[in-house]
């Protein structure tokens, strides 16, 4: 898994790196403020085009789901345990209560309106991380931290996300050279087994800390002797970036679905909620049943 920046002749790429930022925290705020299925689909597809448009591989945008997948596994059945199987929170829905039956062994009740709910959460926790990852290979890290500097962020912050994402294809080397030498040693580290796998990625993680720890330490070092705080206000880049035409339509258009979004959300109107999945639900349900 890589996380380098894939150089494209794409208006995505000539973007400025803020209206990028701008396009993610959008499809952000979609994500985050609307609750009906059908609305959050239409939004996933908006996404492939997205990648599409951008002429980045879409098989290396979902290269990260790998790491993704587990999390979202296990988000799945705590959400119907403890947020999607409890009728006063899906009561806010206001929709009377479809009961679909009761999990094994348990006896807790699965309403429909909890198996929507949390299908649109794992779909939104999904589509969100994969939207940074889109972000990282259409835009430079270098551009990307000069965008940050010029929207008045704290120098701090931009070198932190500089080192971050710089630190990362280290990291994902440094776990694959480890599997690799158990793999020498006649040491199994691929289970199915997830406490299996828990128990050998704990073993792996300590090592991986400390070294971890390490670099970060000689990095502050080098910080230092650089006087990196000296005058951070003040300090320059060799890279420039400069808004130009096209940056400033492609915001005013981001800023006016912005303002949409905050209205038909859960903070304005709360027009796209799970209520509006139900009446869709019904109206196909009672198209389908003229042609039976």
Known sequence: MSFDYIPRDTLVHRLDPRVKLLIVLTLMLYFISVDDSFTLTLLTIAYIILIAVSKVPFRRVLS???????????????????IAANPHQLQLFGHELILIGHIPLLGIPVYFQGVIYTFNCSLRMFIILLLFRWLTMVTPINRLVVSLTKMKAPPSLSVATSIAFSYLPVVLREAKTMQEAYALRAFKTEYRNPFKKI???SKMMFPMFMNSFKRGYDIAIALEARAFNYDPKHRTSIVEIKYTKVDWVFTIILLILMVIAILIGRWGLNYANIELTMKILEALKQYIHQFT
């Not at 990260?64 to 403890?82: E, R, S």
């Open 64 to 82: 990260i789901a790998k790491a993704i997948i587990p999390a979202v596994l296990i988000y799945i059945p705590l959400n119907m345990l403890f």
């Open 199 to 201: 128990k050998i990625l």
